[in-house]
């Protein structure tokens, strides 16, 4: 089993930046992917961000070229950087593991709420 801890998120003005982190500790697996889905009321868990063990990158169009995706030399802490956020960010975000960026994935994070509001 792998566990993930996510830490970051909080409330920010349009246009400004966030950080978020998760951990992953016990069984990884070498080949894998970690990443984030997002959540906001009453829509469905859409993909937002992953990358792989291989360090190779997949984004949601709408994100793309404002949020950035990346994990530590270990492997096991992935990090996505938000910035110019938008209201239309505002949700909770969800770290996954699994053995790519396609679902299904092993393990999911508690989610962590990111809030873009002037």
């Known amino acids: 089993q792998v566990q993930l801890v996510e830490s970051g998120g909080g409330l920010v003005q349009p246009g400004g930046s966030l950080k978020l982190s998760c951990a992953a500790s016990?069984?990884?697996?070498?080949?894998?992917?970690m990443g984030w889905y997002r959540q906001a009321p009453g829509k469905q868990r859409e993909f937002v961000a992953a990358?792989?063990?291989?360090?190779?990158?997949n984004y949601e169009d709408s994100v793309e070229g404002r949020f950035t995706i990346s994990r530590d030399n270990a492997k096991t802490t992935v990090y996505l950087y938000l910035n110019n956020l938008e209201p239309g960010d505002t949700a909770v975000y969800y770290c996954?593991?699994?053995?790519?960026?396609?679902?299904?994935?092993?393990?999911w994070g508690q989610g962590t709420q990111v809030t873009v509001s002037s």
């Open positions: 990358v792989t063990n291989g360090f190779s990158t």
């Open positions: 996954f593991f699994g053995r790519s960026w396609y679902p299904p994935f092993d393990t």
């Open positions: 016990g069984n990884i697996y070498r080949d894998n992917a």
